[in-house]
């Protein structure tokens, strides 16, 4: 009954919720979508990811030059206030992101590995830390406590500063909190590797290195409550809304869902989906919309789409996203509303899920042109596009004549890397590459690293998810044909293994490139430049880019 109510309360919350966007409660959809930039800045793109050349043809593109028309540019003062906002969150933002890109790097290479060992079964099968029950987990969550939750972090504390266009506040809490959530994923990766694991997906670390994550995940967040202070915008812009609630909702969930003595039996395996999905939903989901919300229209010089479209999105995901886990208990031991509730709520996020779709898709159409020149936009757009096939996706796969079928099956790990890594992980390299030469003050080393980087995560992805996609498909009829023995869904996978194995060796060939060129960035020997990297280009004026215009 308090599950119901809860549901109830959400439908009732998102009217009073949208009656009161219409009475302009919200502030005006002008005020809101245009907060992020500076006084005369619109129409004009701030892309440091990009070389030189790519960065003026993409001022050309987005600016639309009309003869005669109007110089657009940023005041002295805006661009030195813009460069002391990056430089205050600059120490915080580059720890986090340091160690976020190492532990993508060592999760990768342990997730090659326990793809392999699907196949392969007696490869490295020497040593107990390397068997598949211990590296398996070991690669999970190296890759989302150490590499996309600190990546998210990272981007959150830089965008802080920006958003609310002041310096950042309380950086040291960030520090001493990354620190001990770093340490806390060393000894959980540790604990398990020795064969010390709660057993429970996505909560496998040890009671210890759980508090370690609950208070980093606290001390993180605490800048933001302390910037937001002061603030010197009227109006808060929707990926503060995202950010704000992401950096609130984790500490809870993890500290729910490890509170010791409290969860057993069936009740346990109801809270394990509950967090298991809320961590997606809640943490990862609005941190990645965060980025996404502000790196597109920046880079584009142009507001979003539909600033109301946008609040709607934020608070659907809140009104409806935080009992979709109960899918994952079909068929188990679970009562049937319980499971009922679950599919109906995850019927609901299409909600939230085709706001942000038009909302990013029509901000972006008719300036495809962008992604030719813009890093950031090219991994992040692809980004948002597998944020849609990823939620549409998992509220088909909950109905229940899809989950028999798919349920303990590979394709359902197919649909979780599409929404972790087609879109999660996308968004964070694309916001990585926009980010670091604001912290560093200098280039990206090699363009060509990027792009290599980006079809080599491209192209495995894509090996990876139709292969385990289709794979799955076929080892869920086979397991429902009561006249094949249950090996026959096990032989039937075989290729597309192997076909995950391809697709999982490319990826880890892009994370290598991508970990050796943030590195040789962070330890170049080239000069720094003097304010952030090419802010000149802000304040070029029409007459300039018209000159090199395509």
């Known amino acids: 009954m308090l599950l119901l109510a809860s549901f109830v309360l959400s439908l009732g919350g998102l009217f009073v919720f949208i009656a009161s966007m219409t009475r302009g409660l919200f502030g005006t959809p002008e005020e809101g979508s245009r907060v992020i930039f500076a006084p005369d800045e619109e129409d004009t793109s701030e892309e440091p990811a990009a070389s030189p050349a790519d960065q003026a043809r993409l001022q050309a593109e987005m600016r639309g030059l009309a003869a005669g028309g109007p110089s657009v540019e940023m005041s002295a003062a805006?661009?030195?206030?813009?460069?002391?906002?990056?430089?205050?969150?600059?120490?915080?933002?580059?720890?986090?992101?340091?160690f976020a890109v190492l532990w993508l790097v060592l999760g990768s290479l342990a997730g090659l590995t326990s793809s392999l060992k699907l196949h392969l079964p007696d490869w490295l099968d020497g040593q107990a830390w390397l068997t598949f029950g211990r590296i398996r987990p070991?690669?999970?969550?190296?890759?989302?406590?150490?590499?996309?939750?600190?990546?998210?972090?990272?981007?959150?504390l830089w965008l802080i500063p920006r958003l609310l266009k002041t310096e950042l506040i309380g950086g040291r809490y960030a520090i001493a909190g990354a620190v001990l959530w770093n340490v806390g994923v060393a000894g959980g990766i540790a604990a398990i590797l020795s064969g010390h694991s709660s057993g429970l997906e996505w909560l496998e670390f040890p009671f210890p290195a759980a508090c370690l994550l609950t208070v980093g995940g606290a001390l993180m967040g605490v800048p933001l409550?302390?910037?937001?202070?002061?603030?010197?915008?009227?109006?808060?812009?929707?990926?503060?809304?995202?950010?704000?609630?992401?950096?609130?909702?984790?500490?809870?969930?993890?500290?729910?869902?490890?509170?010791p003595g409290v969860h057993?039996?069936?009740?346990?395996?109801?809270?394990?989906?509950?967090?298991?999905?809320?961590?997606?939903?809640?943490?990862?989901?609005?941190?990645?919309?965060?980025?996404?919300?502000?790196?597109?229209?920046?880079?584009?010089?142009?507001?979003?789409?539909?600033?109301?479209?946008?609040?709607?999105?934020?608070?659907?995901?809140?009104?409806?996203?935080?009992?979709?886990?109960?899918?994952?208990?079909?068929?188990?031991?679970?009562?049937?509303?319980?499971?009922?509730?679950?599919?109906?709520?995850?019927?609901?996020?299409?909600?939230?899920?085709?706001?942000?779709?038009?909302?990013?898709?029509?901000?972006?159409?008719?300036?495809?042109?962008?992604?030719?020149?813009s890093p950031t936009l090219r991994f992040i757009v692809l980004g948002a596009m597998m944020y849609t096939l990823a939620s549409l996706q998992g509220s088909i796969e909950a109905l229940r004549s899809v989950n028999t079928i798919t349920h303990f099956t590979h394709f359902t790990v197919a649909h979780a890397h599409l929404g972790l890594y087609g879109f999660f992980a996308m968004v964070m390299f694309g916001s990585i590459y926009f980010v670091m030469p604001r912290v560093l003050e200098r280039e990206w080393p090699h363009a060509a690293l990027i792009s290599l980087h980006f079809w080599l995560v491209v192209g495995g992805f894509a090996i990876y998810f139709i292969g385990l996609s289709i794979g799955g498909w076929l080892q869920g009829l086979?397991?429902?044909?009561?006249?094949?023995?249950?090996?026959?869904?096990?032989?039937?996978?075989?290729?597309?293994?192997?076909?995950?194995?391809?697709?999982?060796?490319?990826?880890?060939?892009?994370?290598?490139?991508?970990?050796?060129?943030?590195?040789?960035?962070?330890?170049?020997?080239?000069?720094?430049?003097?304010?952030?990297?090419?802010?000149?280009?802000?304040?070029?004026?029409?007459?300039?880019?018209?000159?090199?215009?395509?």
């Not at 805006?78 to 205050?88: C, V």
């Not at 690669?139 to 998210?152: D, E, P, Q, R, T």
């Not at 603030?231 to 869902?257: E, I, M, N, T």
């Not at 892009?510 to 000069?527: D, P, R, T, V």
């Open 78 to 98: 805006d661009l030195a206030a813009r460069i002391k906002a990056d430089q205050s969150s600059a120490g915080p933002v580059l720890l986090c992101l340091s």
């Open 138 to 156: 070991s690669h999970l969550n190296a890759v989302i406590y150490g590499w996309s939750s600190l990546a998210g972090v990272g981007v959150a």
């Open 225 to 259: 409550i302390l910037t937001m202070k002061h603030r010197q915008v009227k109006h808060l812009y929707v990926s503060v809304w995202y950010l704000g609630a992401a950096l609130l909702w984790f500490p809870l969930l993890y500290a729910v869902a490890n509170a």
């Open 264 to 373: 057993f039996g069936v009740e346990q395996a109801t809270m394990n989906w509950w967090y298991g999905h809320n961590v997606l939903g809640l943490w990862f989901t609005p941190l990645g919309l965060a980025a996404a919300y502000y790196f597109i229209p920046k880079v584009l010089g142009t507001p979003i789409y539909s600033y109301n479209l946008s609040l709607l999105g934020f608070w659907t995901l809140a009104f409806f996203y935080s009992q979709v886990g109960g899918h994952h208990l079909i068929g188990g031991p679970v009562p049937t509303w319980l499971i009922t509730l679950s599919i109906v709520q995850s019927l609901m996020m299409i909600v939230p899920v085709f706001a942000v779709a038009v909302n990013q898709h029509m901000t972006v159409v008719g300036h495809f042109r962008a992604l030719r020149y």
């Open 478 to 550: 086979a397991m429902l044909d009561a006249k094949q023995p249950f090996m026959a869904s096990v032989a039937v996978t075989l290729p597309y293994l192997q076909a995950r194995s391809l697709g999982g060796a490319l990826m880890t060939l892009g994370h290598l490139a991508f970990g050796a060129h943030f590195f040789l960035m962070i330890f170049s020997l080239k000069q720094r430049e003097a304010g952030a990297t090419r802010f000149g280009f802000l304040s070029m004026s029409r007459n300039d880019v018209s000159q090199v215009r395509l």
